[in-house]
């Protein structure tokens, strides 16, 4: 290799690398501004968080991390919304290396409830075939909702409570909004970088949830939390 194409390459090695922390700083400054309007903190790394949920994609991989963390309320419950990262290894035939970052946002009502996991998930091709097959996606009385979503719990009944016809209804809504019940809190989780414009629907979809338990869930459940009144009835 010449010299100057090592000064080539080096220059758009350079570049590339200038391009990416010019990004994620404009980002961070945009998720900083966003946490202000809403009167939330901007913390970047919460590692509390790394571990505090079970499930797909928590507690996977190694070099597991959290950036661009916000905490605050939302509608009277805690909120933290986040970016969440892991690191998988593979080695090949010739025994080169390689690593990959799976990367993550969620968005968490920290709501500490006693209440049973549970999944709802937007149904797709992949999810039906899963759920018919193994028999874990719950169908409930609207065959509507069980088009547009699959529904995940060990509990049942607890999940057939949870999501009676107006809950149902108000979730259609909600098409796009992938979350779940895990150690009490609702956490909504997707692939890719967080991004503020959603997380208030994120929001909205779980609060429609737990704003319409009834009142023999919660006494099942150790009680409705202080932030959570009784939904009011049409």
Not at 122 to 151: C, K
Not at 170 to 179: C, E, F, K, M
Not at 210 to 216: K, N, T
């Amino acid at each position: 290799m010449g010299f100057m194409a090592f000064v080539v390459i080096a220059a758009g090695i350079l570049a590339v690398v200038g391009l990416v922390a010019y990004y994620n700083y404009t980002r961070e400054q945009a998720l900083i501004a966003y946490a202000k309007t809403q009167g939330w903190t901007y913390l970047d790394e919460a590692p509390e968080f790394a571990e505090r949920w079970q499930g797909d994609p928590f507690g996977k991989g190694d070099h597991r991390r959290t950036e661009n963390a916000m905490v605050g309320t939302y509608e009277g419950c805690d909120l933290v919304a986040l970016e969440y990262s892991y690191q998988t290894h593979s080695t090949d035939a010739k025994g080169n290396r390689t690593t990959s970052t799976h990367r993550y946002s969620a968005v968490a009502l920290l709501v500490r409830t006693g209440l049973p996991g549970l999944g709802i998930t937007p149904e797709n091709g992949v999810s039906r075939l899963f759920g018919r097959l193994f028999n874990t996606d719950i169908r409930l009385e609207s065959e509507e909702f069980n088009r547009a979503f699959t529904v995940t719990s060990d509990d049942r009944r607890f999940a057939s409570a949870a999501l009676h016809p107006r809950t149902m209804e108000a979730l259609l809504a909600y098409r796009d909004v992938d979350w779940d019940i895990r150690a009490g809190d609702f956490v909504s989780v997707d692939s890719g970088s967080l991004d503020p414009t959603t997380i208030s629907h994120r929001c909205d979809a779980m609060l429609t949830v737990l704003r319409g338990l009834p009142d023999f869930v919660w006494e099942d459940h150790g009680g409705r939390p202080a932030a959570l009144p009784p939904e009011v009835q049409a």
